[in-house]
Each structure stands twice: as structure tokens, then as C-alpha cells.
């Protein structure tokens, strides 16, 4: 395996856990909502999940500017 099929895999594997985390985010936050949660609880798990957001926006294009595997 090349270092570049490397880094692909690398980011891919990083990349789907943190859409696993964002989704169980949005889960948490909806359960929150359901559950009267205090605002401040709440507004901690939306900028955790706004930063999970951003990370995967930031490895989704380091995967483009890698380019296809070829």
C-alpha cells in the first residue's frame, strides 16, 4: 500500500467516525430538547456538535485535495 492510498484510508476511517459522533450528537440534542435539558447543557452539545460539523468539512477536503485514488 502506497503512503498515498495510506492517508486516504487515514482520513476515511477518521471521517466516518466523526459523522458517527455528529449523528449521536444530534440524537443527544433532540433526546435534550424532549427532556427539558437545561440551555446551557444544551448549547454545550450543539458546539460540540458544530465542531464535529467543521472537522469533518476540514478532512472532507483534505481527502479532495489528495485526489482520487488511483
Known amino acids: 500500500m502506497s503512503n ?3 492517508k486516504h484510508e ?3 476511517i ?3 467516525e466523526l459523522y458517527k459522533k455528529h ?3 444530534d440524537k443527544e440534542i433532540i433526546e435534550g430538547y424532549n427532556k427539558l435539558m437545561p440551555d ?3 448549547v ?7 465542531w ?3 472537522e469533518i ?4 477536503k483534505k481527502l479532495v485535495d489528495l485526489g482520487p485514488i488511483s
Open 10 to 12: 487515514k482520513y476515511a
Open 44 to 50: 454545550v452539545l450543539k458546539t460540540k456538535k458544530l
Open 23 to 25: 449523528r449521536i450528537l
Open 52 to 54: 464535529f460539523k467543521d
Open 4 to 6: 498515498f492510498t495510506a
Open 57 to 60: 468539512h476540514r478532512i472532507e
Open 40 to 42: 446551557q447543557e444544551l
Open 14 to 16: 477518521y471521517l466516518q
